[in-house]
């Protein structure tokens, strides 16, 4: 059976903004094509979706790369979601690189609304297909406990982008890894159990906070702050400006998923840091940084194609 479904290929569909990373991960592998979805709008602005022969996909195995970085973009894409399930496939996954809802919230009175969870019941809805449940795919999610949101109708599948910044990390000499608070040490430590590490955290001084060196050494290291979102910046920044008065060479940065809200992006330009590593998660914003010093943008296009044709991309040696 997994054989056949490797020689099936599959039928790569996108929402509007991932169509870059779309035509991408189909320069990947000949066995993933793209199909094709014409995004309108009525008068009133609700979705006026088409998808194009979509007699074609009945008993294919099929794909929708998806973007929900931007609120507006999610309900015209859970109805392409839920119409292509619908067409007779045999085999469906959602890509969805960046999961943007529980990143930022803190469940911790009664009366605050997990998010998080609202999403995952959305998706949760996806109809059966097939060979039965939808697979939900994202890469590095804020929480793990975001998996336990998701009903039993689908799957989650949970990727990393770190083994890519791996490959990168080859290139520099004296490399630590810092983790900006003990919370992305449980997430990334043992990705990077090869690399000396540090770990700061934030001490609260009355009504501020500090961010201070919990754990090891940056003198004359070439450290990188290792994360899996950069929304403002401000952590990375002050953790920054601690490991340059410990002594670093230089400190580098990585996120998964760059988001950046109101550019904040524009901070990182004078801040002093020697590369500043995100993935194409969220294609509005990479695609703004792209080329700008200190950015460097790694695309999940390799990861994503190895994804759909059910090729294990973390089986690889780094």
């Known amino acids: 059976m997994h054989d056949s479904k490797i020689s099936a290929g599959c039928i790569l569909f996108h929402c509007p903004q991932m169509q870059d990373l779309a035509k991408r991960v189909c320069a990947k592998n000949p066995r993933i094509t793209l199909g094709n979805i014409v995004w309108q709008r009525f008068p009133d602005g609700f979705p006026n979706i088409y998808i194009e022969k979509e007699h074609k996909i009945r008993r294919k195995n099929v794909a929708f790369l998806a973007s929900f970085d931007e609120q507006g973009d999610i ?20 890509v969805l690189p960046y999961y943007p809802t529980g990143t930022m919230e803190r469940v911790d009175n009664e009366g605050q609304v997990a998010t998080g969870m609202t999403l995952a019941r959305m998706l949760s809805a996806t109809p059966l297909c097939g060979q039965g449940p939808a697979e939900i795919v994202t890469y590095d999610i804020h929480s793990l406990q975001l998996r336990g949101y998701f009903g039993d109708q689908v799957i989650p599948r949970l990727k990393t982008g770190t083994k890519y910044l791996k490959r990168q990390l080859k290139q520099l000499e004296d ?12 997430r990334f430590g043992a990705m990077f159990a090869d690399f000396p590490r540090i770990i700061c955290a934030k001490v609260r001084e009355g009504e501020k906070r500090h961010v201070t060196i919990a754990e090891g050494n940056p ?22 400006k601690v490991l340059d008065a410990a002594g670093s060479k230089t400190v580098s940065a990585y996120a998964t998923h ?16 020697a590369r500043v590593w995100t993935t194409d998660s969220c294609p509005k914003t990479a695609a703004v940084i792209a080329g700008r010093s200190p950015f460097q943008v790694i695309s999940l296009d390799d990861s994503i194609a190895r994804v759909l044709v059910d090729e294990d991309a973390d089986s690889e040696k780094t």
Do not use: H, Y
């Open 219 to 240: 003198r004359d290291r070439n450290v990188v702050i290792v994360d899996d979102s950069i929304q403002s910046g401000g952590t990375v920044i002050e953790c920054k």
């Open 175 to 186: 490399v630590s890894i810092c983790f900006p608070d003990f919370g992305a040490k449980k």
């Open 75 to 94: 309900f015209e894409q859970l109805s392409a979601i839920w119409t292509l399930t619908r067409c007779g496939v045999q085999l469906f996954k959602i």
């Open 258 to 273: 760059g988001r950046f809200p109101n550019e904040s992006w524009r901070r990182f330009m004078e801040a002093g840091f």
